[in-house]
Structures are given as C-alpha cells and as structure tokens.
C-alpha cells in the first residue's frame, strides 16, 4: 500500500510569497494520478490539481503542480489571503485511494 | 450541476453499527466511469479514504477497514449507503461522500455529516 508523506507539516509565510508544499510517495504513483486538495475550517475540501499538473475548474493559475514518480510538488505563486489552510496530496488513479497527513500553511 | 448530502445519526454507541447515505443529484450513478466515494476526517486530524463504488456495482475498500465496511447504491434513489460494523470512538469523524470518475480526483465534496461514536 503506498504512503504519502507531505512536508512540511506546518509552513509559516506571508502574503505575497511563494509557497512550495511537497508531497513523497513510498513507491511510484502510476501515471502521475496524484491530486492536491484545500480544505479551510468547517468546510469539505476543494479540488485543486489532479493528475499531478491538472488544475480544476475555477482554480486560479497562482496554483501549479508538478512531478513524477514518487516526488510531487504543489506550488503557490503569490500568497493570498483566502490561501492559508490546510493542504492534502491523494492518489487518485487505483484503490487505495490515499491521502497524505496534510501541510498547514499559516500566516506568519 | 453535482450535489451530494450526507445523512445519518449524529450519535452512535460503541459496538453498534453505523449507517451514513449520500444523496446526490446532477449525475447518475448508471452512467460509465462514475463512481461515489466515502471519506471521513476524525476532529483535528487527516483525510482518511474509506470506500468507493462505481457505476458497474464494482466496489473499492480502504484495507485496514475492509472487514467492517460494506457499500452499496440504489441507482434508482440516487444514493450510496455505506455501514460501518463494530464502531469504536476512534470512529468519531466527519463523514463525506464525493464524486469521481474511474481514474480522475473526487472532485465535488458534500459538505459532511458528523459522527460521534460514545456510550
């Protein structure tokens, strides 16, 4: 069963910065189907990325994703406001679907 | 446009067995390449996937919990059941049910249901 592994678990930064969350599988995610989710307090997650690059309907282009194999990358261009929150890496081409621990970026 | 809305009881008592629908409008869970997926999320902590379902009856279980979970859909209803046997605090979370297509992410969330497991 692969294990998502995202660092860091905590990101303290500004608005107005870059933020790079990382997201390590324990073995090769087939065809790149790796997701990347926002969730904010009391609410369901959102959809972000998926198939590792992909941006969702509605998903501003601040959101990139890249990465292959078993090392992914959710990048966020310029930090605002509504961006501070919680962030899960999934598997989302074959069962198991597994989540990672989730990144919490905060303002710092 | 996809919707879809948890139900069950908001509280559950240890050993008994939980039971959470998910109704959903805007698809059909007949239509090839659907499925419907369960997730919960105990307070404070992480996303777990639970379960999934696609429209061919074809049915996928989180391992550690696959001996206590079932799934199942009424086509018809347009919804998806999922129990839980032998609950246990630790079962306490956010329950949520989710859209997806066979190899694409859940893409359309229901806003959850919460489960608290306690004597």
């Known amino acids: 069963e692969i294990v998502l592994t995202q660092s860091p678990g905590t990101l303290s930064l500004s608005p107005g910065e870059g933020a790079t969350l990382s997201c390590r599988a324990s073995?090769?995610?087939?065809?790149?189907?790796l997701a990347w989710y926002q969730q904010k307090p009391g609410q369901p997650p959102r959809l972000l990325i998926s198939?590792?690059?992909t941006r969702a309907t509605g998903i501003p282009d601040r959101f990139s994703g890249s990465g292959s194999g078993t090392d992914f990358t959710l990048t966020i261009s310029r930090l605002e406001p509504e961006d501070f929150a919680v962030y899960y890496c999934?598997?989302?081409?074959?069962?198991?679907?597994?989540f990672g621990q989730g990144t919490k970026l905060e303002i710092k | 446009q996809i919707t879809l809305k948890e139900s069950g009881p908001t509280l559950v008592k240890p050993s008994q067995t939980l039971t959470v629908t998910c109704t959903f409008s805007?698809?059909?869970?007949?239509?090839?390449?659907?499925?419907v997926g369960w997730i919960r999320q105990p307070p404070g902590k992480a996303l777990e996937w639970l379960a999934l379902?696609?429209?061919?009856?074809?049915?996928r279980y989180s391992p550690s919990l696959k001996s206590r979970l079932t799934i199942t859909k009424d086509t018809s209803k347009n919804q998806v059941v999922l129990t839980l046997t032998n609950v246990d605090p630790v079962d306490t979370a956010t329950y949520y049910c989710?859209?997806?297509?066979?190899?694409?992410?859940?893409?359309?969330w229901g806003l959850g249901t919460v489960v608290t497991v306690s004597s």
């Open positions: 989710a859209h997806k297509l066979v190899t694409d992410a859940f893409d359309v």
């Open positions: 805007g698809f059909s869970l007949s239509a090839r390449d659907v499925g």
């Open positions: 379902i696609y429209w061919d009856d074809d049915k």
């Open positions: 073995e090769s995610v087939n065809s790149n189907y």
């Open positions: 198939a590792a690059s």
């Open positions: 999934q598997r989302h081409g074959g069962s198991p679907y597994t």
